[in-house]
T-cell receptor
Framework: DAGVTQSPTHLIKTRGQQVTLRCSPK?????VSWYQQALGQGPQFIFQYYEEEERQRGNFPDRFSGHQFPNYSSELNVNALLLGDSALYLC??????????????FGPGTRLTVL | AQKVTQAQTEISVVEKEDVTLDCVYE???????LFWYKQPPSGELVFLIRRNSFDEQNEISGRYSWNFQKSTSSFNFTITASQVVDSAVYFCALSESGGGTSYGKLTFGQGTILTVHP
């Protein structure tokens, strides 16, 4: 049973560029959440996708956008990269529209470095 | 607004010592869920336990135990007879029910770095 997978593992970009990160949820899961984890900090919620729609969003600017595909996989897009966007981006999957009760399974993350 | 505080930034112990990681939370919801996750150097968050706000029973799982006290808004985690493999960053997290509209957003504390020395 495959867990949550993310690609790429590492990414280096320069300021102003755009980046796309990808996530495949755990088998059977239909909900994907994205988190940003800066060095030495706890993960911060970016947004959550269910039924191909953004269900909830954290305090992140519109430069951060996402998409969910019919197979439940998801992409996170960040435009006009800033140095402060350097972080570990974590994807989490869960079942049933992201009920607060359901455990979220996390992927290994994508380490983004912005120079 | 929900908030989770882990006051201990780093803890260092010697193998076989017991260690307690503190977690204090804030929420206006009466229904909420508390979680502990472990993050080893590989970066992947590993789920350890979930507790709902109506269940204040303490729980023990092997060397791990959790003490949930609503009166003090605390959800502390104890590792008994620590081992080197327990070295990791541990996060406490809160998810509000929000009347069904919070959609499982997790609010994490800043984490506690636990180092267990041989």
């Amino acid at each position: 049973d495959a867990g949550v997978t993310q690609s790429p593992t590492h990414l280096i970009k320069t300021r102003g560029q755009q980046v796309t990160l990808r996530c495949s949820p755990k088998s059977g899961h239909d909900t994907v959440s994205w988190y940003q984890q800066a060095l030495g900090q706890g993960p911060q919620f970016i947004f959550q996708y269910y039924e191909e729609e953004e269900r909830q969003r954290g305090n992140f600017p519109d430069r951060f956008s996402g998409h969910q595909f019919p197979n439940y996989s998801s992409e996170l897009n960040v435009n006009a990269l800033l140095l402060g966007d350097s972080a570990l981006y974590l994807c989490a999957s869960s079942l049933g529209g992201g009920s607060s009760y359901n455990e979220q399974f996390f992927g290994p993350g994508t380490r983004l470095t912005v120079l | 607004a929900q908030k989770v505080t882990q006051a201990q930034t780093e803890i260092s112990v010697v193998e076989k010592e017991d260690v307690t990681l503190d977690c204090v939370y804030e929420t206006r919801d009466t229904t909420y869920y508390l979680f502990w996750y472990k993050q080893p150097p590989s970066g992947e968050l590993v789920f350890l336990i979930r507790r709902n706000s109506f269940d204040e029973q303490n729980e023990i799982s092997g060397r791990y135990s959790w003490n949930f006290q609503k009166s003090t808004s605390s959800f502390n985690f104890t590792i008994t007879a620590s081992q080197v493999v327990d070295s990791a960053v541990y996060f406490c997290a809160l998810s509000e029910s929000g009347g069904g509209t919070s959609y499982g957003k997790l609010t994490f504390g800043q984490g506690t770095i636990l180092t267990v020395h041989p």
